[in-house]
């Protein structure tokens, strides 16, 4: 591992902070299958974030803390308002999990891997909630 | 050949009464004659380079041609809604084509006319499109980790794409 990767690692990790935060906000505005969809996905956040804090320890790298608040892409006055927030927050979520592939090799590229099709996984889902056609993206992480 | 002339203008010339040149010349002309047979095309004629070993990422670019042309298939016998859905799973694979091709430097084949005949029912047609993009996904998935760090990234997002694409397809 090099001072590359533990970089993009505790870039991933700032976003995991950002993800977790933002479910928040758009949980509370969600009902039935988006809620569930909701907590789901933080749940997630939260196991890679975990994950994530564990492996930075392990290379000697402080783990960047979670900052008090994050600013939402769009206010979240509504259902609507919060899928549009959630498809955001994994599409920039993927971006930073893209971003560590170069950097890694072996079983911590298939960890990136896994996150970032995880992300472009719930991304979909949250288009295919919002009713947002096409629900797929080419290149999900690419901005 | 070549070694003959050699050894005739050998012959002909001034010094073709002294013994021990003419020897020279007849052993260079047997020696020249050896390298001609070995290389196979003569001393003068550089021989070729063989062709470059094809890109390991080449066979993605037809995976995925082939991929599109089975979605826009049963796009075309499927109800408006799953045709929408299915176009645009085409032409993410379209892109990946195009991507591909563009990173390794090989032109964009020309994509196949058509792709296998529909299966007779949508519920089959997606059970078929949701085994070839599981196929394609693991694919994408041993390339990504084979890949170097130039590559790394777009392999990763296609492999991404078609795991969003059986999503899109449940």
């Known amino acids: ?143 | 050949m070549f070694p003959v002339v050699l050894t005739s203008r050998v012959r002909t010339g001034s010094r073709d009464d002294v013994p021990g040149i003419r020897r020279r010349a007849v052993l260079l002309s047997a020696v020249l004659a050896g390298a001609a047979g070995a290389t196979g095309c003569g001393l003068i004629d550089e021989k070729p380079a063989p062709p470059p070993p094809p890109d390991p990422l080449a066979p993605l670019i037809g995976e995925a041609l082939a991929l599109s042309a089975t979605y826009r298939s049963a796009a075309a016998v499927s109800d408006p809604d799953l045709a929408v859905r299915l176009t645009a799973i085409a032409a993410d694979h379209d892109a990946h084509a195009r991507e591909v091709a563009q990173l390794i430097a090989t032109p964009l084949p020309s994509a196949p006319a058509s792709g296998p005949p529909p299966s007779a029912s949508a519920t089959s047609a997606v059970a078929a499109l949701r085994a070839a993009e599981t196929k394609a996904h693991d694919t994408a998935v041993a390339a990504c980790l084979a890949a170097s760090p130039g590559r790394v990234a777009l392999l990763g997002s296609i492999a991404a794409c078609r795991a969003s694409h059986l999503e899109a397809l449940t």
């Open chain 1, 1 to 143: 591992m090099s001072e590359g990767s533990n970089e993009a690692l505790s870039a991933a990790l700032a976003a995991e902070h950002a993800a977790i935060f933002a479910y928040g906000p758009v949980g509370v505005r969600l009902t039935r299958a988006a809620a569930a969809a909701a907590r789901a996905a933080e749940s997630a956040h939260r196991s890679r974030r975990d994950n994530l804090v564990v492996v930075l320890v392990g290379l000697g790298v402080t783990p960047p803390p979670a900052a008090p608040s994050y600013a939402l892409p769009e206010p979240v006055t509504d259902a609507a308002a919060a899928m549009r927030v959630a498809t955001t927050v994994e599409e920039r979520t993927a971006a930073v999990w893209r971003a560590v592939l170069p950097v890694t090799t072996g079983r911590e590229r298939l960890d990136a891997l896994t996150a970032l099709t995880d992300c472009a996984v719930r991304a979909t889902r949250w288009r295919e909630l919002d009713r947002v056609e096409p629900v797929t993206v080419p290149f999900p992480g690419r901005t």
